[in-house]
């Protein structure tokens, strides 16, 4: 690992002035920065701490929505009676992410701003309709999440909330790697005011991805049924010691299915 | 034996664990020597390569680095030795390249030592590593079996063609071709045994000293036997007599085989404290562990057995091609050999058996014993035939097992074993009652109900422990012995140390063998220590590998504990005024027999070491030491039976049910068996469903850390149904067998059958390990076509 100069603003504004370094980077949970900062892949020269900085890790129900603080823990989405309350399938998605240690490390607006192909809440969040909301625009996560590791953020920029759309129902079924317990298809199905959407993590090489043909066939009638025939093209999925291509896709239409009929 | 609340056959709480469980242990990584520097193993990123050159300049540049040592400097230090000279069935040797420490001219897999970065830091060392400017000039790679015997497959060493290093043989070959002849049926299998990465939880590491003032190495290091380290490290690496080299493995965060070897890195270290005159200290992070840890299993067999028309054996005939990795490590050789293709009569009266063993190099992490050694290889193979031939030909699984039954003791195999005592019958009963066999057909209709299938799946088994004797083996090809030392040192006031040449890694030596020495000196279990683990207290060791510590090693402390018990009945006779053949040993108190004249063993021990009214002519003194060699290995036997349930829609297998039936002989401490028999089933069933260590065609290991290499979890466990039925060994006197390697040697298989069994309504009649959710979900799509 490099050395880095390391910063603990206690201001938002302290964390935009520390982020202006060449070779800057936010560190959050640091769940995913850390391992690969460890093995040389990354090595910013500062790193900036959102820890310390106040108001980024509150869960508040706005009616019909629910925002979520940048640096709420999964621990901490998974264990709160809002979320439990009002979108019930992000609190099982958060329970189901990782292991405890990871729970309480990683953060929703590290994993979103990572964009791993294989982490939950992009499924979650493009599946919702949500909202990133940063420290000077929102950004609407159909145009967020562009491919593996790649999002609009730009390189100063900081999440500060994620905005989730209450759905009338929802549900997250996960097929998880064996060993490493990241997402090898998971799908989160929701109906809500933009009408139905299937999103899919962990399943492609471009990361998450929605099923237009599936959310056609909900659209007209939403069960288990409607979306048993439907089959997911392998064409651009992962493929791993765990998972081939073809796998990978037979399992994203049973995790479709799946989801659906947990939705009730 | 009073079989106390602390003696022989108690579940005393472990001694050690108040120091494990509150942070108190002493693993080498906690040692810190004054003045010490951090090594930095720089190793090759590439499978096959000669080495251009190796310029170390910059690294030396680098803050804090002390020196950089690469295979040249390290020239004319004899190489990393085996332990095991097997002959080839022309009667020839079987090929021993020189392995240097770090490499010269060539790397042969990725991990291979190639320099030693010394820092100030630990950090620094690391740093600097990637200064290091290696001119690998790349070659192709073999990095599998089929590619190693591949025509015109690169050559990993070019004095092995066709990268083979012997091709053994064991049993009569024209009996069991006779066998075949006259046979009603033939059934056939091929088999991989899938290879493994041991993933013990505390990573090698090693702290190297020289003291000039003494001109004495010390070595602390993470090793199952430290002794043995010595010997090779000490007489044919470095050239030290063992009066200079002091090998110290304290508190070992558990071996399962990877931590018998002596490691390349082991004569790195040692070598560079002598050049540098500083202790030099290294600790290896996972990834690397993944790496240079020697490997286990990776097998590829064909096999036949020829029954009568009764479903009786008449033959087996077993041809393997064994992966040894890029180097022979210590028991590399005897692994796929002596540990393997004996273990084919298995429980069975089977009276023709071959097996021969091609062995091959390839450009891998060298690969060497893990728990269970040859024994879970052999057990895999012969229950999936067994299990194939009952399909076959319409017999009932279990039946086909009993019918085949070794029933008369001592029984001699025609693979070289002889069999002293076991109850065949009674394990099987015993698993099939504990199980539910009978009611399994309820429970496979309730989970089709469900959607689900299910499978019952079984394995009878014996192994073979505590390898022995040292002549047989001897003539075998072993390079040492294999006995065990123990030293029984009673102390003026009565308090007892007991010094053992076995290493306890986790598996309690300090609980057992304390409560075997309180159990028979009739002290308390508090006043027993056991030591274990340095070369300079122990008077000497071969370790702890094979389930062999309590059957060997705990045999030499029985021997010299009646040692003991036989000074103190003269001394006892002099102050009794009685003689000697009259003193009777009890609970602790000498008696004069027929009398109530007695003396306790503080008393002796007190006029032991202040003998002023003492036996003429005996020494003073209260301490015996016992070297024991067996008379023949132990023979654990048993039967496992496990329960699947599989979702035929994504293929995950759920293990719903484990049931094992084991005769381990007698049990000293039934809790530290239980939990041996738990985490040898954690390691077998992690190798059934779980394990597998994949390398890509170029030699990069693609399971290179836990993202993709899957450990078994407790979650994916069930609780474990574990039962008893015990014969007793015939040749120790403690009538004990072994246990730490029971649940890898017998589950695999019973899990393996039992997925089978859950998948051949759909027409799936064989499975490879590891059952993973994509090769069952593969399996059942092709046979739906």
Known sequence: MNDFTYHAPTTLNEALAALGAEGAKVIAGGHSLLPVMKLNLAAPTDLVSLAGVPGLADIADGGDSVTVGAMCTHAQVAGSAIVQARIPALTAMADGIGDAQVRNAGTIGGSVAHNDPAADYPAACVALGATIVTDRREIHSDDFFQGMFMTPLEDDEVITAVRFPVPSRASYAKFANPASKYAIAGVMVAQGPAGVRVAVTGASGDGVFRVGEMEAALGESFSAEAVAGIAVSSDGMLSDTAAGAQYRAHLVAVMAKRAVAACG | MSGNGTGIGASVKRKEDTRFLTGRGRYTDDINLPGQLYGHILRSPVAHADIGGIDTSAAMAAPGVHAVFTGKDMEGVGGIPTGWLIHSKDGSPMVEPAHPALALGKVRYVGDCVAIVVAETREQAKEAANLVDVDYRDLPAVASIEAAEANGAAQVFDEAPGNVCYDWEVGDRAATDAAFENAAHVVSIDVVNNRLVPNAIEPRAAIANFDPATSEYTLYTTSQNPHLVRLLLGAFVLGLPEHKLRIVAPDVGGGFGSKIPHYAEEAILTWTAGRLGRPVKW????????????????????????????????????????????????????????????????????????????????????VDALRGAGRPEATYLLERLVDKAAHELGMDRVEIRRKNFVREFPYQTPVALQYDQGDYDATLDLALDASDWAGFEARRAESAARGKLRGIGISTFIEACGIAPSAVVGSLGARAGLYESGSVRVHPTGSVSVFTGTHSHGQGHETTFAQIVSDMLGVDFDAVDVVHGDSAKIPFGMGTYGSRSLAVGGTAIYLAVEKVIEKGRKIAAHLLEASVEDIEFENGSFTVAGTDRSTSLGEVALTAYVPHNYPEGLEPGLEETAFYDPLNFTFPAGTHVAEVEVDPETGEVELVAVTGADDVGRVINPMIVAGQLHGGLAHGIGQALMEECVYQDDGQLATGSYLDYTMPRAADLPNFSINHNTTLCTHNPLGVKGVGEVGSIGIPPAVINAVIDALRPLGVNDMAMPATSQRVWQAIRQAQG
């Open chain 2, 283 to 366: 600790t290896c992070e996972r990834i690397d562990a993944f790496k240079s840890d020697t490997h286990g299993r990776d097998h590829i067999s064909t096999a036949k057995l020829a029954l009568d028309a009764d479903g009786k054996f008449l033959g087996l005939h077993v041809t393997t091609k064994a992966n040894l990795g890029a180097y022979l490590s210590t028991f590399a050789t005897c692994v796929p050999t002596y540990l393997y293709g004996i273990l084919f009569a298995g429980p069975y009266t089977t009276p023709a058996v071959y097996c021969e063993v091609k062995s091959f190099f390839t450009n891998t992490v060298p």
